[in-house]
């Protein structure tokens, strides 16, 4: 059976990563969280006070910088320079400075190439903003994945809540907000929907209906692709 290249876009907190890691796991393909890897640089960037407006500094960086995944217990962890960076990448101050290190085109040329050598063999599905239209302009099955945002915000809310962070509903409506205006508005490789990508508004649909959804689609274009 061919192994096709699947890519899921969409806004934040739409639950891209979930149904990405479902439908690599039925497929027995590859999952990459591209959003982790932006993070991991934030993270990065952080912690040694990169001024993302240095370009030198910016560049310099980047060379510094070794992002991978492994699965730990079933659980897809990412590693930056070696170290376990799973749970601090999805940290608010993190969230809160990711967009801005994302629209940085030192930064998006860097991890585009890491992205597209990852998935060079085909067989991955690749969730985050600019897969389908950008990574891998030729993926067999493009997904552009939506949900209302106060179906976003409430998600994401209690996914925080699980965790123990204590938040306010409405400052992660702002931040889910914020982000989607910076990725949808920023000039280099803005979110947008690949025009050949399929549309899955999962807002009514719990994860074994969108999986459902997004496996019929993966089939089809694994028979075409044969
Ligand atoms: O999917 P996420 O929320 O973990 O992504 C974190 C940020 O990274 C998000 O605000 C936009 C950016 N991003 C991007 O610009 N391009 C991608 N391919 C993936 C994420």
């Given at each position: 059976?061919?192994?096709?290249?699947?890519?899921?876009?969409?806004?934040?907190?739409?639950?891209?990563?979930?149904?990405?890691?479902?439908?690599?796991?039925?497929?027995?393909?590859?999952?990459?969280?591209?959003g982790a890897m932006y993070r991991?640089?934030?993270?990065?960037?952080?912690?040694?006070?990169?001024?993302?407006?240095?370009?030198?500094?910016?560049?310099?960086?980047?060379?510094?910088?070794?992002?991978?995944?492994?699965?730990?217990d079933g659980q897809n962890h990412?590693?930056?320079?070696?170290?376990?960076?799973?749970?601090?990448?999805?940290?608010?101050?993190?969230?809160?400075?990711?967009?801005?290190?994302?629209?940085?085109?030192?930064?998006?040329?860097?991890?585009?190439?890491?992205?597209?050598?990852?998935?060079?063999?085909?067989?991955?599905?690749?969730?985050?903003?600019?897969?389908?239209?950008?990574?891998?302009?030729?993926?067999?099955?493009?997904?552009?994945?939506?949900?209302?945002?106060?179906?976003?915000?409430?998600?994401?809310?209690?996914?925080?809540?699980?965790?123990?962070?204590?938040?306010?509903?409405?400052?992660?409506?702002?931040?889910?907000?914020?982000?989607?205006?910076?990725?949808?508005n920023r000039a280099d490789s803005?979110?947008?929907?690949?025009?050949?990508?399929?549309?899955?508004?999962?807002?009514?649909?719990?994860?074994?209906?969108?999986?459902?959804?997004?496996?019929?689609?993966?089939?089809?274009?694994?028979?075409?692709?044969?």
């Amino acid at each position: 059976m061919s192994k096709i290249t699947i890519s899921i876009d969409g806004h934040s907190s739409c639950g891209k990563s979930t149904l990405a890691k479902d439908l690599a796991k039925e497929l027995h393909y590859a999952y990459v969280d591209s959003g982790a890897m932006y993070r991991a640089v934030t993270l990065f960037f952080l912690e040694n006070d990169v001024d993302p407006i240095d370009a030198p500094i910016v560049r310099n960086a980047l060379e510094n910088i070794e992002i991978r995944f492994q699965v730990l217990d079933g659980q897809n962890h990412t590693f930056l320079n070696g170290e376990d960076v799973e749970d601090e990448i999805r940290e608010m101050y993190v969230s809160d400075y990711v967009s801005p290190v994302a629209a940085i085109p030192a930064v998006r040329r860097s991890l585009v190439r890491q992205q597209r050598e990852m998935g060079k063999a085909g067989g991955i599905v690749m969730d985050g903003r600019d897969i389908g239209t950008v990574v891998f302009p030729g993926a067999e099955l493009k997904i552009f994945l939506t949900a209302d945002v106060d179906i976003r915000t409430r998600r994401r809310y209690d996914e925080l809540r699980a965790k123990g962070v204590d938040i306010d509903l409405a400052l992660v409506k702002q931040n889910l907000l914020e982000r989607d205006h910076i990725d949808s508005n920023r000039a280099d490789s803005p979110l947008t929907k690949a025009k050949d990508a399929v549309v899955i508004d999962n807002s009514y649909l719990n994860r074994t209906q969108q999986l459902q959804q997004a496996l019929k689609l993966a089939k089809e274009r694994i028979r075409l692709s044969e």
